[in-house]
Each structure stands twice: as structure tokens, then as C-alpha cells.
């Protein structure tokens, strides 16, 4: 994202309003009638709107020039440009925090979904991978009948379940791309009470 150079049709994808607003102009322009730009343009600045609601001059001095026909391709050029890098700054955030999860150079190897399973984690909670990292406290052992009953109950259950588990047991519901950032899970046996 923060290395993608949008183009005009990525602009005018994201903001039809804008896209609508270019192709008026662009078609005025083309028209080569100054009489009717005069009166379509009259009153307009050289100025155009952000998607967080400010107006921004598209030139110096913007806000008090009007607009005129030869003007539009250097204003619509410049509407484009400001549109497409009004993002740059929350781009390079993001690519900032992912490259403190996965390395910056390794961004180009990965696919999307091995991307999202090391910043995001895992979608798919694995019975497998939950026993690599599970610690049976005393009594317990792998063979221990009430471990054996968990793990049963556990393949049962469908993957939404097992988040749903695993949230509850370790405050997440996806495991780590790396198992060892999850930590042991740690598997105890609680005695009922009796009396």
C-alpha cells in the first residue's frame, strides 16, 4: 500500500463524486466553448474537497483565483494528485507498524494470506498445533484420560468453536503464525468440590 502509486482510475474508483467531477471538467475542456465553461466554471475556485471534509487549494493562491477553462487540465491533474496522496502519511503508519511484526524485505515473499497469518495470526486453530504448546500441570499427562477427553471434545468442535475456546483459555482468538510468540497453554485439572 504505502509503495503503490495510485492512478487516476484507482482515484476515481475510490470517489465517484470526484471521478464525475473530472470527466465534467475534462469534457469542458474538450468542448472548447469558453462562453459555456464561463458559465459552468463561474464562482468556482481553484480549490478541491478531501475525503476527511477540507477544502484544499489545488495551486498557490487557490482559494481566491477563479476558475477558468485553460486552467482545468493543470487543476484537474492536481485534484487527482492531492486525492491520491492525501493517504501517504496513514500508508507509511501502517507499513511502519507491519514491518515491526513481519521484516520489510520479506513483505514482497509472502502471499496475502501468509501476510495476515503473521500480523493477524492464524484463522485456522489448529488441535495440533494447540497440543505443540500445551503444558499439563501435575496430575496431568499426555495419556491422562481427562487430556485425552480434551482433545477429543476439541477435534469435534468446528474451527469457530476452537477460537471461541481458545479466546476464553488465552484472550485471542487465532494463534500466532510462530506458536512460540503464543507461549504454553497451560492445561490444569480442576476438582470438584465435594461435601
Given at each position: 500500500?504505502?509503495?503503490?502509486?495510485?492512478?487516476?482510475?484507482?482515484?476515481e474508483?475510490?470517489d465517484?463524486?470526484?471521478?464525475?467531477?473530472?470527466?465534467?471538467?475534462?469534457?469542458?475542456?474538450?468542448?472548447?466553448?469558453?462562453?459555456?465553461?464561463?458559465g459552468?466554471?463561474?464562482?468556482?475556485?481553484?480549490?478541491?474537497?478531501?475525503?476527511?471534509?477540507?477544502?484544499?487549494?489545488?495551486?498557490?493562491?487557490?482559494?481566491?483565483?477563479?476558475?477558468?477553462?485553460?486552467?482545468?487540465?493543470?487543476?484537474?491533474?492536481?485534484?487527482?494528485?492531492?486525492?491520491?496522496?492525501?493517504?501517504?502519511?496513514?500508508?507509511?503508519?501502517?507499513?511502519?507498524?507491519?514491518?515491526?511484526?513481519?521484516?520489510?524485505?520479506?513483505?514482497?515473499?509472502?502471499?496475502?494470506?501468509?501476510?495476515?497469518?503473521?500480523?493477524?495470526?492464524?484463522?485456522?486453530?489448529?488441535?495440533?498445533?494447540?497440543?505443540?504448546?500445551?503444558?499439563?500441570?501435575?496430575?496431568?499427562?499426555?495419556?491422562?484420560?481427562?487430556?485425552?477427553?480434551?482433545?477429543?471434545?476439541?477435534?469435534?468442535?468446528?474451527?469457530?468453536?476452537?477460537?471461541?475456546?481458545?479466546?476464553?483459555?488465552?484472550?485471542?482468538?487465532?494463534?500466532?503464525?510462530?506458536?512460540?510468540?503464543?507461549?504454553?497453554?497451560?492445561?490444569?485439572?480442576?476438582?470438584?468440590?465435594?461435601?
Amino acid at each position: 500500500v504505502a509503495d503503490h502509486e495510485a492512478s487516476q482510475a484507482d482515484v476515481e474508483r475510490i470517489d465517484e463524486s470526484l471521478g464525475r467531477t473530472l470527466a465534467f471538467f475534462r469534457g469542458l475542456h474538450d468542448a472548447g466553448d469558453a462562453e459555456v465553461a464561463e458559465g459552468a466554471l463561474w464562482g468556482m475556485t481553484h480549490t478541491t474537497w478531501l475525503s476527511d471534509g477540507r477544502e484544499v487549494a489545488t495551486r498557490p493562491g487557490g482559494e481566491e483565483a477563479e476558475l477558468a477553462m485553460a486552467d482545468l487540465p493543470a487543476h484537474c491533474a492536481a485534484m487527482e494528485r492531492l486525492r491520491a496522496r492525501e493517504c501517504d502519511e496513514a500508508a507509511a503508519a501502517v507499513a511502519r507498524g507491519l514491518a515491526m511484526v513481519v521484516p520489510r524485505g520479506a513483505f514482497s515473499l509472502l502471499t496475502a494470506e501468509e501476510l495476515e497469518a503473521e500480523v493477524c495470526g492464524r484463522p485456522e486453530v489448529s488441535v495440533e498445533d494447540l497440543q505443540k504448546v500445551a503444558h499439563y500441570d501435575s496430575p496431568l499427562h499426555v495419556g491422562h484420560e481427562a487430556v485425552v477427553l480434551l482433545w477429543r471434545v476439541l477435534r469435534s468442535f468446528t474451527n469457530e468453536q476452537r477460537a471461541d475456546w481458545l479466546r476464553f483459555t488465552t484472550g485471542r482468538s487465532r494463534l500466532p503464525g510462530n506458536l512460540r510468540q503464543l507461549g504454553r497453554v497451560n492445561i490444569d485439572l480442576l476438582s470438584r468440590a465435594t461435601g
